[in-house]
């Protein structure tokens, strides 16, 4: 008979598989099916790309609440609840037939998606607290980001085979599949989590929202993320396919490719910071520097007209950027008081996401703004160069302040320094 740690084990990799299809959702919509929703439902840049900021307003706005109940509840629970609701937006979603439908259907996915990421931290925290939470913590993740390259080229083959309503009807089933096992581990385990008494959880937010040290990482990561995940979820495949002229399978290799570099990097950040003696400083500088670089070099591009192997490059730049998450997080982590793990990361997550939403509703934005010259084709709207340099432009700006702002970090050492806050 199965061990209770081969149980515990088990409920943490069931975690990590919601996580997986919450990334998966996270990308695959409407990043590699950009043109197929356009196409098919007549709306324009601004109408598709809310598919993806009504999720990610949905998923910043849960964050401090799903890391109060994590805090309170547990992971466990939390969840298992959370779950649910992610599988029934996946299913609504390939089934509706009005934008309204695709709107709520994504409200709901974002809704079941914002746990999951937190409850994956507690858990973590409750098994492997310490000095070894990075690099367990980046393990993990690595995991867990596999949705996401599972969103672009595997996502985009099958949607070439059986069309994107049937490839999210899989992938909603596949989601299903792994709550189950969730909640079969969680009956195994038998383990009820001690209703934590907890601050009213205004108290909690104001609590770590007083603590000035958290500020120059609110300010560098959100910016940096929100524009790696604007690329690799929302327009980078698009950009590759109207400015490079790629089909739009070679155009999700290249995303394929971002996500495979932000995996090894998030297994790599979290073991190399450990090695550093758990410094933490060096990733998140990295973290604007490597961003604004990247966004330098694809505006050159567009500028010269260079070929599709040079964006590529920036695009890897970008995605090793966003590969620091496990750092970020263990920084978080540590300039909180321990009871607060999961809402100061919800906090911060909060930033990171709403931030990524405000930037695909400007992207669509911009796009419309170009309308009077896009080339109308059978299967696609293709927006002009001067639509794209305006928009990595406004990348390249933000990513500067993202770069400045990383030098007021406070390094930890892997150390908890909340208590040295005034």
């Not at 970090?409 to 892997?414: A, D, L």
């Amino acid at each position: 008979m199965p061990s209770r740690k081969t149980y515990e084990i088990g409920m943490i990799l069931s975690i990590t598989g919601l996580y997986f299809f919450s990334f998966f959702q996270r990308i695959a919509v409407p990043g590699s099916i950009f043109n197929d929703i356009q196409t098919e439902f007549v709306i324009s840049a601004s109408d598709v790309t809310r598919l993806s900021a009504i999720y990610l307003f949905v998923y910043a706005s849960m964050q401090p609440f799903a890391g109060y109940m994590a805090d309170r509840f547990g992971g466990i629970k939390v969840v298992i609840a959370s779950g649910i609701v992610l599988c029934i937006g996946s299913a609504w979603f390939p089934l509706s037939h009005g934008e309204w439908g695709l709107y709520m259907s994504r409200a709901l996915v974002g809704f079941g998606g914002s746990t999951m990421y937190l409850c994956m931290v507690k858990e973590t925290d409750h098994y492997f607290g310490g000095r070894n939470f990075a690099p367990v913590f980046g393990i993990l993740c690595l995991l867990g980001y596999a949705g996401g390259l599972a969103g672009t080229r595997p996502f985009r083959m099958l949607v070439e085979c059986v069309g994107w309503r049937n490839s999210c009807l899989f992938a909603a089933g596949a989601t299903f599949a792994i709550l189950l096992c969730a909640w079969m581990m969680m009956r195994r385990l038998g383990r009820e989590d001690e209703v934590k008494k907890q601050e009213h959880i205004l108290h909690s937010m104001l609590g770590v929202l007083k603590n000035r040290l958290i500020y120059p990482i609110l300010i560098t990561v959100p910016i940096c993320f929100s524009i790696y995940l604007s690329i690799q979820a929302t327009i980078g495949s698009k950009f590759l396919v109207d400015f490079c002229g790629m089909t739009p399978l070679a155009s999700s290799s290249y995303t394929f490719i971002m996500m495979l570099f932000t995996m090894a990097m998030m297994f790599f950040s979290g073991v190399a910071s450990r090695m550093l003696g758990n410094r933490r400083k060096f990733f998140v500088i990295f973290n604007g520097a490597s961003t604004m670089l990247a966004m330098a070099m694809i505006l050159s591009g567009i500028i010269f007209k260079l070929p599709p192997p040079f964006f590529l490059v920036a695009f890897i730049m970008s995605a090793m950027a966003a590969g620091c998450t496990p750092v970020n997080a263990a920084f978080m982590r540590e300039i909180n008081p321990p009871g607060k793990v999961a809402i100061s990361i919800g906090i911060y997550n909060t930033a990171a996401y709403a931030m990524v939403a405000i930037m695909s509703q400007v992207i669509g934005v911009i796009l419309d703004i170009f309308n009077d010259r896009v080339v109308v084709t059978a299967n696609s709207k293709i927006y002009p160069p001067s639509a794209y340099m305006s928009l990595f432009g406004t990348f390249l700006v933000l990513s500067v302040i993202a770069f400045a702002a990383s030098f007021h970090i406070r390094e930890t050492h892997g150390r908890n320094i909340s208590e040295s806050v005034a």
